[in-house]
């Protein structure tokens, strides 16, 4: 079983940049794909991205492509969500979540284990 802990939310200025981290442990990193999920008040949770376990490779919602970069480091068991060109309507909890599906998975219900958030707040 993993445990994940998101970190690295904040409030920014439209256009500015942040890096949240999903720090894992209890289990190898390489083992799962992990996405990153986002939820904004009064909406429902929405998948952002995903890295894949099988080989690692990356997908993005059309709302952030372009923009949002995921990347992981098995070595240091943390998966990263690069966010430049931050706009008001990326504002929401965000949250890393893990999944023994070797693909990546754009359904919260295909994920096993979550972490508790991280807020983040883009406004002038």
């Known amino acids: 079983q993993v445990q994940l802990v998101e970190s690295g939310g904040g409030l920014v200025q439209p256009g500015g940049s942040l890096r949240l981290s999903c720090a894992a442990s209890?289990?190898?990193?390489?083992?799962?794909?992990i996405g990153w999920f986002r939820q904004a008040p009064g909406k429902e949770r929405e998948w952002v991205s995903c890295s894949a376990s099988r080989d690692g490779s990356t997908t993005y919602a059309d709302s952030v492509k372009g923009r949002f970069t995921i990347s992981r480091d098995n070595a240091k068991s943390t998966v990263y969500l690069q966010m430049n060109s931050l706009k008001p309507e990326d504002t929401a909890v965000y949250y890393c979540?893990?999944?023994?599906?070797?693909?990546?998975?754009?359904?919260?219900?295909?994920?096993?284990?979550w972490g508790q958030g991280t807020e983040v707040a883009v406004s002038s």
């Open positions: 209890g289990s190898p990193l390489d083992l799962y794909t």
């Open positions: 979540a893990a999944t023994w599906f070797r693909q990546c998975a754009r359904l919260s219900s295909e994920y096993n284990y």
